[in-house]
């Protein structure tokens, strides 16, 4: 009986020593979870203030000569959100004139699902989102600070017109 009692004495030591143990893996575990939280959004806001700087650079440069293709644009609209029959739809930047719209997907870097996206759901949705461009013939773009050849031509072949960055950017403002 003494045996069995020393024995139950010593297990019951051990799972004390292996309590107090997960107990400080627990609170490892804890800090290690609140780190990662912190690094994804910080990385997070990473992609999304490179997203923000290429967004502003293509709208910074339609503003000041819209023109794609060869054909002038009249109006420039960013961040255009529409929702209505069960769809909801942010577009990057819209060109606008008599005839066409153009709408303009912008990625600080392009990828293969960019394009997917923009010809599959945008180009699909935008015509019920706006029908007030029924009228307009409707043209699509991909604009990318990084775009690879593969992808470019890709694009190219599905009908978008792809914008790049290209030298002579820099505008300065006397102060």
Known sequence: MQTVTARLDKLAASQDRTDAQLAKTDAQLAKTDAKLNRLAEMYGGV???QGAVAEEFYHNSLKANPVLDGE????LQR???????GLANEFDLLLVNGRTVCVVEVKYKAH????T?????KAVNFPRLFPEYAGHEQRF???AFHIHDRLRQAALKRGVTVLQRK???IESTAA
């Open 141 to 143: 773009a991909l604009a």
């Open 72 to 75: 002038r644009f009249d109006f």
């Open 117 to 121: 996206n923009l010809l599959a759901v």
């Open 167 to 169: 030298g002579d950017v």
């Open 47 to 49: 992609g999304n203030n």
């Open 112 to 115: 293969e699902n960019d394009l």
């Open 79 to 85: 961040n255009t959100e529409r929702s209505g029959n």
